[in-house]
């Protein structure tokens, strides 16, 4: 899964991350920054593709949060990525994520931009996918500007939901959505179900998309194994999103600082949809220096079924803090 249920419970109780940097800590008011800078070189698989120097992510976030009591905190999030300036001269710096919120024990609510319930739906393993998406919510849309957003860790069961209001009548209208998102853990396995309904801006008309999606891991101690389908359903006929897909993905620690994974995504289109159905798949190895785990150097290669195509490969380092 794209979170596990630790780190959900973890993201409840302390609002900010494990790994942050604590600028400022008293009073009931903590402010951590967090850094997030991947570089790689990387040429996509596919059909007379070129290699170049890519940034991937380029991230700060800031996070703040202040207890009120023992059961109630307050905290707020601001995430700017600048791998748009760094990949592109005409590029700019992007506002990921800006919100503010309330933890009750086991709830927390918030509100801003941030991404939906559908971003934590998932298992493929990839660093990078090139023709396909991770799922078809991803496919959709697993972000927004005006998200309400609840999510409450009950021990064993996560529960998520949040909703993309539409802004209907201002400058700023836009598509709205409502996902849902449950995982829960059974003797090491876990299960997740995702649900979003999605209505493109200016309904009238407008396409409206279905998706669900069901996954399932197993963590056998040194290996892990993990399989995930999701299908969107559009009300227009011939859309490309009326598709099927799913993922396979295995992974394993070759040793304690080692790690590799290998994993293939289908994707099949609706008979009505002009585009043809296509394999992606991947292996690579992840490796983490043992004085500094947030310091890792990685390599990837992957290709696809489709006509002509290619093989990918990327190598990089990604440096967190």
């Known amino acids: ?160 939901a949040s909703y993309e209001m539409a802004a209907k009548g201002s400058s700023l209208e836009n598509d709205d959505h409502f996902d849902l998102f449950a995982l829960t853990e059974i003797n090491g396995l876990e299960l997740g179900a995702a649900f979003q309904q999605w209505n493109e801006a200016n309904g009238d008309g407008g396409e409206g998309i279905d998706t669900y999606g069901i996954s399932a891991a197993y963590d056998f101690g040194m290996f892990e194994l993990a399989a995930d389908y999701s299908s969107s359903d559009s009300d227009i006929d011939t859309s490309d999103n009326n598709a099927d897909q799913y993922n396979l993905a295995a992974s394993f620690a070759a040793n304690s600082d080692t790690t590799v994974a290998f994993g293939v995504t289908d994707t099949s289109y609706d008979n009505s949809v002009n585009e043809e159905d296509f394999m992606e798949y991947y292996g690579n190895i992840t490796y983490k220096f043992p004085t500094q785990s947030n310091v890792r150097v990685f390599a990837e290669i992957k290709n696809t079924d489709l006509d002509g195509s290619d093989m990918g490969y990327l190598a990089g380092m990604r440096v967190k803090f």
């Open 1 to 160: 899964m794209k979170k596990t249920l630790l780190a959900l419970a973890v993201s409840l109780a302390s609002v900010s991350s494990a790994h942050a940097v604590t600028v400022y800590d008293n009073n009931g008011l903590t402010y951590e920054v967090n850094g997030d800078f991947q570089v790689q070189l990387r040429q996509k698989a596919g059909e007379d593709k070129d290699s170049d120097i890519e940034f991937d992510d380029l991230e700060i976030k800031n996070s703040v949060s202040y207890e009120l009591n023992d059961d109630m905190t307050a905290f707020g999030q601001m995430d700017f990525d600048f791998k748009g300036i760094a990949n592109d001269d005409d590029g700019e710096a992007d506002l990921e994520e800006a919100y503010v919120g309330m933890a009750f024990n086991n709830i927390a609510v918030s509100v801003g931009k941030r991404p939906t319930a559908g971003d934590e739906f998932g298992v493929e393993k990839a660093i990078e996918l090139d023709e396909a998406d991770g799922d078809r919510f991803d496919a959709v849309a697993t972000s927004g500007d005006d998200v309400i957003h609840v999510e409450a860790d009950f021990d064993t069961v996560t529960l998520m």
